[in-house]
């Protein structure tokens, strides 16, 4: 089993800057890619950005190219989202996935944390 835990959220004015974490415990070995996810009130779920969890080529949504930053650091068994520029748009629960493999659905999810950003 593979555990997720985030943290990070909070409360931040538009143009502000946040980092999330979130950390992997368990079956590590297990994990192939990371990646982060957000759901607005009364909106799907949405993809935000991936990252091989052995290093490699970043994907994200192109609502957030350009201002957020998903690195990981295998020492900590760690992945982060450097999240800059923020927008009231990108307010959401933010949730880190794990995917067994490199393509299909994501196997491991946290307990998400919120993020909301003020105009």
């Known amino acids: 089993q593979v555990q997720l835990v985030e943290s990070g959220g909070g409360l931040v004015q538009a143009g502000g800057s946040l980092r999330l974490s979130c950390v992997v415990s368990?079956?590590?070995?297990?994990?192939?890619?990371m990646g982060w996810f957000r759901q607005a009130p009364g909106k799907d779920r949405e993809f935000v950005a991936k990252?091989?969890?052995?290093?490699?080529?970043?994907n994200y949504a192109d609502s957030v190219k350009g201002r957020f930053t998903i690195s990981r650091d295998n020492a900590k068994n760690t992945v982060y989202l450097q999240m800059n520029s923020l927008k009231p748009e990108d307010t959401a629960v933010y949730y880190c996935?794990?995917?067994?493999?490199?393509?299909?659905?994501?196997?491991?999810w946290g307990q998400g944390t919120q993020v909301t950003v003020s105009s």
């Open positions: 996935a794990g995917q067994a493999t490199g393509i299909g659905s994501y196997n491991y």
């Open positions: 368990g079956r590590t070995w297990s994990v192939y890619s």
């Open positions: 990252i091989p969890w052995s290093g490699g080529s970043t």
